[in-house]
């Protein structure tokens, strides 16, 4: 393959169709692993994926998966177990991993099966971090990098794309690349009703609490706030604070909290 680089790690690349943004809400309908070793595929694992919800007959915006192409596709439950075996203990390979871990993290629980311990090579974080392109997303860098983008949109298309355009970041600034891996338990979920129920306690109890929060460049932080109103604005819902380190009120987007620490 004429994308690959010398000594570029061993990685499942790993990508999902969805049927929207939502994990608690929305579902993957189609998921693609491919295990890549010196630029060869020497595993794959790719299917539809039956949603169990219901999609547009003209099919799903983004991929343009229609109901009819998943009919008789195997269930997430039913895949479960095969995905943990493929992944545990592998280094995974995603375009925006903070999109597609959760839904994945979300799916293995519905199943009751342990979202697998691995690490993560995320490359729109290596291109924010790294690089500096005009735009950071799948398309955009494939463009970039004069990549045949046929077919994108479909799992198996975007993530071997997502690893020909990982082969040439690493070629670039290959250390950089390396200390940029990741365990996924940094790449953090909780479900957004739980968070905000566990802030609303704190409301209602007159507490103060810490939440650690990722922010637009995916920095994380802990801050401790005094929580004052949680509140939904076109769509995504939101938390008022007080900030007594810098005595100012701030607001926070409940998807980006990854965790709320009580005992402070």
């Known amino acids: ?21 939502k994990p608690e809400e929305d579902r993957i309908v189609e998921v693609a692993l491919l295990k890549i070793k010196n630029g060869i595929t020497c ?9 169990k919800i219901k999609i547009p007959p003209s099919g799903l915006p983004v991929n343009k998966i229609k109901p009819f192409m998943l009919e008789g596709a195997p269930s997430f439950d039913d895949l479960a177990l095969e995905l943990a075996d493929f992944i545990k203990g592998e280094t995974l390979l995603i375009q925006n991993a903070y999109f597609d871990i959760p839904f994945l993290k979300t799916e293995f629980n519905r199943s ?12 729109l974080l290596l291109s924010k971090k ?34 020909k355009i990982f082969c040439r970041f690493f070629k670039e600034k290959p250390l950089e690349v ?9 790449i953090n979920y909780i479900d957004t009703p739980l968070i905000r129920k566990n802030i609303q306690e704190a ?26 109103k949680i509140y939904n604005e076109s769509g ?29």
Do not use: Q
């Open 130 to 163: 790294l690089f500096s392109f005009e735009r950071n997303s799948l398309s955009y860098l494939a463009s970039f990098y004069k990549l045949d983008v046929s077919g994108m949109h479909r799992a198996e298309k975007d993530a071997m794309i997502t690893y």
């Open 178 to 186: 390396l200390n940029m891996k990741k365990e996924t338990s940094e």
């Open 203 to 228: 409301m209602n109890d007159g507490r103060e609490i810490c939440i650690k929060y990722r922010n637009r460049n995916f920095e994380i932080s802990t801050r401790r706030i005094e929580p004052i």
């Open 112 to 123: 009751g099966v342990k979202f697998p311990d691995t690490y993560v090579y995320d490359t």
């Open 236 to 264: 995504k819902w939101y938390l008022n604070g007080f900030c007594s380190l810098n005595n100012v009120n701030r607001r926070f987007r409940l998807d980006k909290i990854l965790e709320v620490i009580d005992n402070i």
């Open 1 to 21: 393959m004429e994308d690959i680089v010398k000594d570029v790690p061993e990685v499942v690349a790993l990508d999902i169709e969805t049927t929207g943004l």
């Open 43 to 51: 595993r794959k694992l790719t299917s539809f994926i039956y949603p």
